[in-house]
Structure formats: structure tokens, C-alpha cells
């Protein structure tokens, strides 16, 4: 019972990914084709809204459920790492249409074959969490 607050906005975000077409392959092959603004303007608007809610987090000193404050821990900058790290989710978005929110959404959509795509996410999360010691991060 704990857990409804997430089902409910789990509920709502496939209900928007699926009204704003973000979870269709064929828009997706139009973004990385260059052939539709769509996608691009639902990245973008993402990207801001993000940039706004940790620039309000930071500013008001928002705290977490449980209470505690929300840290941001400055990182490395390395430009190789966001590379590799873009190329693969890239290359994995372009092959599959679908990166991880859209692709849940399209299993609950109907679309069982992106249970195979998921399935592969999994895999792939679990590999990294195998590997993650020995990457230079």
C-alpha cells in the first residue's frame, strides 16, 4: 500500500508517453533520421524542466520522503566517459526504438516484443553492476 503514490505516477507517465507519441518507434526513427522536430521537443523540454527542478531544489534546500537533504556531489569531468556512455545508449535507443521509459510503456501498450528489449535492459544493468569496479568512472 506504501508503493501506490509510485504506481499512480507510473500510471501517468505512460499515460503522457503514450498520448505524446514519445513512446513510438516510428517517432524515435524520425529523431534519429532528422526527419521530425517531435521528439526533439519533448528531449528538450525534459532538459529544461530537469535544469529548472535541481536549480529549485538547490536553491530552497528540498529534502527528500524520508527527510534527508538532497546532495549533489560534484563529478569528474571527462568528456570520454559521456561519450562512450551516449554511444552506447544511443546506439542501444536507435536499435531497439525505444529507450527505458518508452519501452515499459510499450509492453503495457500491447507490444510484446519489447519484452525482449527489456529483457536485454536487465541484462544489461546487471552486467554493469558485475563489471562497474573495473571502469574507470
Not at 556531489?73 to 526504438?97: D, T, V
Not at 509492453?107 to 519484452?115: A, C, K, N, R, V
Request: aromatic fraction near 18%; glycine fraction near 12%.
Amino acid at each position: 500500500m506504501k508503493f501506490i503514490k509510485f504506481l499512480i505516477v507510473g500510471i501517468v507517465f505512460g499515460i503522457v508517453m503514450a498520448k505524446s507519441e514519445a513512446m513510438s518507434w516510428y517517432r524515435i526513427q524520425e529523431m534519429f533520421r532528422f526527419q521530425a522536430f517531435h521528439m526533439y521537443g519533448i528531449i528538450g523540454t525534459a532538459v529544461t524542466l530537469g535544469v529548472l527542478g535541481v536549480a529549485l531544489i538547490k536553491k530552497f534546500n528540498f529534502r527528500d520522503f524520508h527527510g534527508n537533504p538532497i546532495v549533489f556531489y560534484p563529478k569528474e569531468k571527462s568528456i570520454i566517459r559521456y561519450l562512450i556512455g551516449g554511444l552506447i545508449f544511443g546506439l542501444g535507443w536507435a536499435l531497439s526504438g525505444a529507450c527505458p521509459g518508452p519501452m515499459v510503456v510499450n509492453i503495457g501498450y500491447g507490444f510484446f516484443s519489447m519484452g525482449i528489449v527489456f529483457l536485454f535492459a536487465i541484462v544489461g544493468t546487471y552486467l554493469y553492476a558485475y563489471i562497474k569496479d573495473k571502469l574507470p568512472h
